[in-house]
C-alpha cells in the first residue's frame, strides 16, 4: 500500500466532545497506518481548540488530550486553524490549543496538495 | 440525478458516511454511489462512521410507502459488489451492534474497524466523504 497525504478538515463546531472524539479517532488511525495526515480546522471547526471545557477523570480522554496526543501518532506538526474563522467568531484573543494560524489565502493550496481530503 | 464527473483514469471511489440515513448527506451520499455504479465506476467500499451507523440498523417490517436507505445500500452492494462496513466502536457506543450479545446488523453490512476505512483510502483512486 502507497503512502498517501490525508488533509482533515474539522469544520463543525463539537456540540459534543463524543462527535469530535470519534473524528480524532479516524484522524489519529490514519497517522497510525503511518500516512501523512494534517489538522485543519476551520469555520466552526475552530471552537474545538478552545481549550477544556470540561474532562472527568474517570471519563474517556477529551478532545484536548487526544490532541495533544498527536506527536506520539508522529504527527510532529501542530494542527492548523484558519486565522479568519478565529476573526470572524472573535476567538482570535482567545487562549488556544497549541496551533499553527495560517490564513484563508493559504488553504486553497493545502487542499490542492492533499491526496485525499477527508471534510469531517 | 447525480452525474459523476472525472477527469482522466478515476474509476474506484471510497465513500465515508457520517451522517445519519435522514439527513440529506446520507441521502447525498447513496445518489452519488448510485449514479458511480450506474455510470460504470466502481464504489469499493463505504464505510459508516459516527452517526453515519444507524445505517445498519435492521428496516423495520414492510408496510410504509418508503423504502429505507438501509435496503438500498444493501441491493446497491449486492447489485455491484459493494463493500459496506460500519466501525465497530461507533456501532457500539450507539447500540446499534454488539460485540458481546451478538446483535445482527442490517444485511448487506458488516462490522468492521476504522484500519479498513485506511485501506480502502489507499486502495481507492477517489475518496469522498459525507459529513
Redesign the interface.
Known amino acids: 500500500m502507497d503512502g498517501r497525504r490525508f488533509l482533515c478538515v474539522f469544520r463543525r463546531a463539537p456540540h459534543t466532545d463524543a462527535v469530535l472524539r470519534e473524528h480524532l479517532d479516524l484522524t489519529l488511525t490514519l497517522a497510525a497506518f503511518e500516512q501523512a495526515v494534517e489538522l485543519l480546522f476551520l469555520d466552526d471547526g475552530v471552537y474545538a481548540l478552545l481549550p477544556d471545557r470540561q474532562s472527568l477523570p474517570e471519563g474517556p480522554p477529551s478532545p484536548a488530550q487526544l490532541l495533544a496526543a498527536l506527536p506520539f501518532y508522529g504527527l510532529e506538526q501542530p494542527p492548523l486553524v484558519e486565522r479568519e474563522s478565529l476573526l470572524e467568531r472573535g476567538l482570535d484573543g482567545e487562549k488556544l490549543l497549541p496551533a499553527r494560524h495560517i490564513g484563508r489565502h493559504e488553504v486553497a493550496a493545502l487542499l490542492g496538495d492533499a491526496d485525499v481530503v477527508l471534510s469531517l | 440525478m447525480y452525474k459523476v464527473l472525472v477527469t482522466g483514469n478515476m474509476v474506484t471511489f471510497a465513500l465515508?458516511i457520517?451522517s445519519a440515513p435522514h439527513s440529506a448527506q446520507a441521502h447525498a451520499a447513496f445518489r452519488f454511489a448510485r449514479a458511480a455504479v450506474g455510470q460504470g465506476y466502481r464504489v469499493i467500499r463505504v464505510f459508516f462512521?459516527?452517526?453515519g451507523v444507524y445505517h445498519a440498523l435492521p428496516p423495520s417490517p414492510p408496510g410504509g410507502s418508503e423504502v429505507s436507505l438501509t435496503t438500498r445500500w444493501a441491493e446497491l452492494a449486492r447489485d455491484a459488489n459493494v463493500d459496506l462496513v460500519l466501525?465497530s466502536?461507533?456501532a457500539e457506543?450507539r447500540g446499534v451492534w454488539s460485540g458481546e450479545s451478538g446483535r445482527a446488523v442490517a444485511e448487506g453490512f458488516r462490522v468492521g474497524g476504522?484500519?479498513q476505512?485506511?485501506?480502502a483510502?489507499?486502495?481507492a483512486e477517489r475518496?469522498l466523504?459525507f459529513?
Open positions: 465515508l457520517n462512521h459516527g452517526e466501525c466502536a461507533a457506543r476504522l484500519g476505512w485506511v485501506e483510502c489507499l486502495q475518496t466523504s459529513t
